[in-house]
Structure formats: C-alpha cells, structure tokens
C-alpha cells in the first residue's frame, strides 16, 4: 500500500537554527499538506499546496515557515530561526482528489527545538 | 474552531460494537462528515466519511442522522488494537484543510 514517508522521525535542534523537514507523498497525489501537535494538544494545520503554490495557510504559518516542492517528489517544511515552542510532532498529508479524497498522513517528524 | 462535539472518552469492551457520537449541528449542505483516528503519536489515519447517506467500509460504519446534525462511527467488532483517539471532522471534499478537535478517547479493555 503507497504511503507518505517523512524523514527525519526525530530531529534535534539549537534554538535559532534551521531546519528542514522532508516528506515524500504518494506519487499521484495533487495536493500537500504540513500539520503539526504540540505534545498533548491537538494536531494543527499548518499550511496547504497545491499546483506549485501555496493554496491555504494558517495564522500559525507565518514568515519563520516556507513549503517547497524542489523536484517533484519531496514536499519539505523549512522552519527558519527556531524557537523553544517550535517543539511538536510535524505531520505531512497528501491527497488525490481524483480517486479519492481522504488525506493520507506520515508518520511525523518529531522536532525538538534545545 | 472546530465545528464538532465530541464526548472527552470512551469505553468499550473487545469484541463489543463501539459506537462513537458526534454533533455537528453547523453543518453546511455541502460539507461531510470526515472521521480519523490517531493511535498513540503516530500519523492520524483515515476511516470513512459520508454527505448524507449511511457508508460502511472494510473498518466502520457511519450512521448520519437525516438532518445532519450528528452521527454515529461504528466499529463492529473492537479489538485492543483500535484504542485511539477519534476525531469527527466536517469539510469540504476535495483539497481542504481537516479541522481536528480534541476528538474521543476510546479505549478498548480485555
């Protein structure tokens, strides 16, 4: 069964560094998605893509965050000058409207901001 | 801002049928009834959804009530293996953000 894969499934970080966290969607699937969760909070969505561009985001995504789609198969969240509140569980969704439309999620990055 | 309510937890003995209530009384007509479900941390995982008539797939069944303001997740046989919180979620169909709420702990016991 396709799934989407995230890597890495933890990631350690200095307060103030960058990091990227990586996903590969299933292959035929249009639309992306980010979402984090805090620890013992609910799951948040962070940010949508479509057509190479950013379809929806929220009020959580502000300019510390980008989305890109470098090569047609990795969808990466770039989390500039990172802070302590940073810290959550990143998920990455895709779906595909034409066969179906539930969102298939990774398994999550958990990023650790020190 | 979710737009669903959802009891905090539940209980259900294995093998018994789990029937998970949720209201969703804002309903637009065009929106569905989505349901997930998250074991432990990992990624949440999709069960079924619906517009208006009753589905039923290979894990669930969804029971939306005729005017749309709550339904009813059925997991007919459950086994230790379907503890996890479940989510009740109203969207549109295509390429649109999931809403999550705090969702129902349920918790399969021997």
């Known amino acids: 069964e396709p799934e989407v894969t995230q890597t890495p499934s933890h990631q350690v970080t200095q307060m103030g560094q960058e990091v990227i966290l990586r996903c590969v969607p299933i292959?035929?699937?249009?639309?992306f998605y980010w979402y984090r969760q805090i620890l013992g909070q609910k799951v948040e969505f962070l940010v949508s893509?479509?057509?190479?561009?950013?379809?929806?985001k929220s009020e959580i995504f502000d300019d510390q965050f980008s989305v890109e789609r470098p090569d047609g198969s990795n969808f990466t969240l770039k989390i500039r000058s990172t802070k302590l509140e940073d810290s959550a569980m990143y998920f990455c969704?895709?779906?595909?409207?034409?066969?179906?439309?539930?969102?298939?999620f990774g398994q999550g990055t958990r990023l650790t901001v020190v | 801002d979710a737009k669903t309510t959802q009891p905090p937890s539940m209980d259900c003995a294995e093998g018994r049928a789990a029937n998970l209530p949720c209201n969703h009384s804002?309903?637009?007509?065009?929106?569905?009834v989505y349901w997930y479900r998250q074991i432990h941390s990992q990624g949440p995982q999709y069960i079924i959804h619906?517009?208006?008539n009753n589905e039923t797939n290979e894990m669930a069944s969804l029971i939306i009530t005729e005017d749309r303001k709550s339904s009813t997740l059925i997991l007919p046989h459950a086994t230790l293996r379907d503890t996890a919180v479940y989510y009740c979620?109203?969207?549109?169909?295509?390429?649109?953000?999931?809403?999550f709420g705090a969702g129902t702990i349920l918790r399969v016991k021997s």
């Open positions: 893509f479509y057509n190479n561009e950013i379809s929806e």
């Open positions: 979620i109203v969207g549109m169909e295509y390429g649109n953000k999931l809403v």
């Open positions: 619906g517009l208006k």
């Open positions: 969704a895709s779906s595909d409207p034409v066969t179906n439309t539930e969102a298939f």
């Open positions: 804002t309903i637009s007509g065009n929106e569905y």
């Open positions: 292959s035929n699937h249009l639309y």
